[in-house]
């Protein structure tokens, strides 16, 4: 089992910054590939960004690229997700899931284990 707990949301105006952090214990953190996805009231959850085990590949949805960066330090079992120029339909809660196959990684069946989640609310 890997155990992940998210950190960091928070209310924040548009154009703001926040950075999310998710850390993992438990079973080892190698070998994972690490994604994090959001649920705004009343949608299906939907994939946000992912970096795989080496943090040398990284994917986003389209309407978070060039604002949203996801990074990991293996070294702290932890990864990040830096969200800058925020918007009020960023507003949900945001997990943080591990994947061990790494396939599938844009998409909740690629993922083994998941977080609590935590609040992000972008005001207008």
């Known amino acids: 089992q890997v155990q992940l707990v998210e950190s960091g949301g928070g209310l924040v105006q548009a154009g703001g910054s926040l950075r999310l952090s998710c850390v993992a214990s438990?079973?080892?953190?190698?070998?994972?590939?690490m994604g994090w996805f959001r649920q705004a009231p009343g949608k299906e959850r939907e994939f946000v960004a992912a970096i795989r085990w080496s943090g040398v590949s990284t994917y986003y949805t389209d309407s978070v690229k060039g604002r949203f960066t996801v990074s990991r330090d293996n070294a702290k079992n932890t990864v990040y997700l830096q969200m800058n120029s925020l918007k009020p339909e960023d507003t949900a809660v945001y997990y943080c899931a591990a994947g061990y196959s790494g396939a599938y990684i844009d998409r909740i069946a690629g993922y083994d284990f998941w977080g609590q989640g935590t609040q992000v609310t972008v005001s207008s």
């Open positions: 438990g079973r080892t953190f190698s070998g994972y590939a």
